[in-house]
């Protein structure tokens, strides 16, 4: 997922040093379909996101100039993105992962103030919370994160209810939406929380999602529950 080693914290030296203008990042170190160790540069890719930095929404609207790679030997190209990035988001998991919060832990919390808050539609606010409640299982990942750490208090990590001092849920089936979703974010806290050496990622979820790609080659897109088909990475031979 990530080719590029850096810091959320490291958004603007990144911004200041990577591009057509500035220098190339360092090539990767083999290819991830057949493990090749000569890698060409391939062009550059500008993209459009928002990020959060220092609990503040930035977009960046001059573009983020992200490099592409190429195998010399199967001709497999990918891009280059540094840790603070998850593919085809505008809204990056971490600012998903603060609206989200900001929104399901306060119970005086609105979905105008907190869309306005990050910068983003109430539909899209809305569609994240749905979207993060079909994401896991969160009683599989507090188990998984209690064989990691025993002394979890298991019983007490996964929420039973919404804090609202008005009702946040039109039905009883949206009611369970945000308590899933928020019962899904609880769960991925303490899964981080869980390991032997921290996670460096401030942003447990974009973590988690990092982490799923690159053990499973799983990506969590946000226009479909769940996860996207696992692909296939093949290793192939020179043709001929």
């Known amino acids: 997922m ?17 591009g057509p203008d500035h220098k190339r990042p360092p090539k990767p170190g083999a290819c991830p379909r057949c493990e090749h160790n000569r890698i060409w ?17 930035v977009r960046f609207d001059d573009g983020l100039w992200l490099q592409r790679v190429a195998c010399s030997l199967c001709w497999f190209s990918w891009t280059c993105r540094p840790s603070f990035l998850y593919p085809h988001r505008l809204f990056e ?8 919060l900001a929104y399901l ?3 005086a919390a ?9 910068r983003c539609s109430l539909t899209m606010l809305w569609g994240w919370i749905g979207w993060l409640s079909q994401l896991v299982e969160p ?13 979890l208090p298991a019983a007490e990590l996964i929420p039973h209810s919404v804090p609202q ?3 946040k849920g039109c039905s009883p089936e949206r009611q369970g939406v945000l308590l899933r979703a928020l019962q899904v974010l609880v769960a991925i806290v303490a899964l981080a929380r869980s390991q ?29 529950p769940g996860w996207s088909p696992a692909f296939e990475v093949v290793q192939r031979g020179p043709t001929g």
């Open 165 to 167: 001092d008005h009702p």
């Open 93 to 100: 998991p971490d600012l998903v992962e603060a609206a989200a």
């Open 105 to 107: 832990e306060d119970p």
């Open 110 to 118: 609105t979905y105008a103030r907190t869309s306005k808050r990050y």
């Open 2 to 18: 990530s080719s590029i080693a850096l810091l959320g914290t490291d958004i603007k030296s990144y911004l200041e040093s990577i």
């Open 196 to 224: 032997v050496v921290p996670p460096s990622d401030p942003s447990p979820l974009r973590w988690f999602l990092t982490g799923q790609f690159l053990a499973f080659r799983r990506k969590a897109l946000v226009n479909r």
């Open 41 to 57: 540069y391939d062009g550059w890719r500008l993209i459009f996101c928002v990020v959060l930095i220092d609990g503040t929404p």
């Open 139 to 151: 009683e599989r990942i507090v188990a998984e994160a209690v064989r990691h750490d025993s002394s």
